[in-house]
């Protein structure tokens, strides 16, 4: 299959290409988690639920392997490194209490994944202390082990744990498409630069992309209403 891309069209089977979908939790995306306590508006965040819902919906029907990750830390908090939690002295720190529990950390409420994008039965979640989600985790063993070398990336945020990951992955030898509107940022103008950073030169870190074109290589898009033509 072909999926229409910056900068060319990504080729994919799906046998051997994973859907990831990063750290789409309630922490970074409910307000009142560690994203909002920052003073970020979740909203921008919140838009990426919708596509990545009908995005799971028809990748499951095509039987594609699916994984999912969150962000997060033991509960002594034994792999948080002082330099990770240094970085939130202006604001709530990883590991306190929060309004969903503490914050960050692995079996509180706001760790969790939204509701909208919960996994199922059989999908992996990937624990993750930092922002790329092959540090410190399983991941390449479990892509290994199902013969993937592709990867359809979305979640949040764009700049940070996205793209941190699509740069570990292409070291590894991953090809990767980013999907836009399936990603998010508390920062508009970084979410398009962290896109075109990925794009450049080439595709110097790997492809980027409309959900609607691989539901299109999928043969899953729905058409389009004709204007006037809802109920009576």
């Given at each position: ?148 070398v592709r990867l359809i990336v979305t979640g949040v945020t764009t700049e940070v744990c996205v793209s941190t990951t699509v740069r570990e992955a292409n070291d590894r030898g991953y090809d990767c498409l980013v999907l836009e509107d399936c990603c998010g ?48």
């Amino acid at each position: 299959m072909h999926v229409a891309a910056d900068p060319y069209p990504f080729a994919f089977e799906i046998a051997s290409t994973a859907l990831l979908v990063i750290d789409m939790q309630r922490d970074f995306l409910e307000p009142g988690g560690f994203g909002a306590a920052l003073g970020n508006d979740v909203t921008l965040l919140r838009r990426a639920i919708g596509p990545n819902q009908t995005l799971l919906a028809a990748w499951r029907a095509a039987a594609g392997l699916v994984i999912h990750t969150r962000e997060g830390h033991r509960p002594d908090l034994a792999d948080l490194h002082p330099a990770k939690h240094r970085r939130a002295a202006a604001g709530p720190r990883i590991g306190e209490a929060g309004p969903m529990g503490r914050i960050l950390v692995r079996g509180e409420p706001g760790h969790d994944l939204i509701a909208d994008l919960a996994p199922l039965p059989g999908e992996p979640v990937v624990d993750k202390p930092g922002k790329g989600a092959f540090y410190a985790t399983d991941l390449h063993s479990i892509l290994a082990a199902r013969g993937i070398v592709r990867l359809i990336v979305t979640g949040v945020t764009t700049e940070v744990c996205v793209s941190t990951t699509v740069r570990e992955a292409n070291d590894r030898g991953y090809d990767c498409l980013v999907l836009e509107d399936c990603c998010g940022s508390y920062f508009p103008g970084f979410h398009t630069a962290a896109l075109q950073m990925i794009a450049a030169q080439s595709g110097i870190f790997g492809w980027v992309g409309h959900s609607g074109a691989l539901l299109d290589a999928l043969g899953t898009r729905q058409p389009t209403a004709p204007a006037g033509g809802g109920r009576a």
